[in-house]
């Protein structure tokens, strides 16, 4: 079975722009969160969809969004980005409804200049 | 935002010594994730404990699931030079959806 699949793997943006990034969770799994990792916060939840609803935000400001597609994919946007997005972003898929288990992508390093 | 109290923060061991870390929070948990991540990697998940009290093993893995429900704790043993990279907990609170994460314990063996 294929794992968590992420991309873009690499991104670099400049101070304004604004950025969406792909998850396709594990075949059969509903669920997919994704985090945000950096040095100083170590991973930080952003957001939980299952079904294509979204049914857990964390203390993230209004930039940072998600969806969640009929075949489970899933994208988060960041608008107006800042230097401080800079981070690896990372996805990770669970089952559900309960998410109990949850597998992660490789990530997409988002380079903010 | 929110974390989970991860010890020790790093490690130096010689390769074959055995390896303990732990996890604790203030809240009540209902599931633990213990995950491996290395450098440029998504975490991978090593283990998965679903119940107070329960102690699960995978190879020279061993989780428990504290009795109290605010705790676990991860052992290696018998460390081997792939064993490095940053260790991180997990921590799920029932009906919420979410996971918190540890700060994560760096390990790093010497051969």
């Known amino acids: 079975k294929a794992g968590v699949t992420q991309t873009p793997r690499y991104l670099i943006k400049t101070r304004g722009q604004q950025v969406t990034l792909s998850c396709s969770p594990i075949s059969g799994h509903r669920s997919v969160s994704w985090y945000q990792q950096t040095p100083g916060q170590g991973l930080q939840f952003l957001f939980e969809?299952?079904?294509?609803?979204?049914?857990n935000k964390g203390n993230f400001p209004g930039r940072f969004s998600g969806r969640q597609f009929s075949n489970s994919r899933s994208e988060m946007n960041v608008s107006t980005l800042e230097l401080g997005d800079s981070a690896l972003y990372l996805c990770?898929?669970?089952?559900?409804?309960?998410?109990?288990?949850?597998?992660f992508g490789p990530g997409t390093r988002l380079t903010v200049l | 935002g929110q974390q989970l109290n991860q010890s020790p923060q790093s490690m130096f061991i010689q390769e074959g010594e055995d390896v303990s870390m732990n996890c604790t929070s203030s809240s009540i948990f209902n599931t633990w994730l213990w995950y491996k991540q290395e450098p440029g990697e998504g975490p991978v998940l090593l283990i998965a404990l679903y119940k107070a009290g329960e102690l699960t093993s995978n190879g020279r893995l061993t989780a428990q699931f504290g009795i109290t429900r605010k705790d676990s704790f991860l052992n290696i043993s018998a460390s081997i030079p792939s064993d490095v990279g940053i260790y991180f907990c997990a921590g799920q609170t029932s009906g919420t959806y979410k996971y918190i994460f540890g700060t994560g314990t760096r390990l790093k063996v010497l051969a």
């Open positions: 969809y299952f079904s294509e609803t979204q049914r």
């Open positions: 990770a898929s669970g089952t559900g409804p309960s998410t109990d288990t949850q597998y």
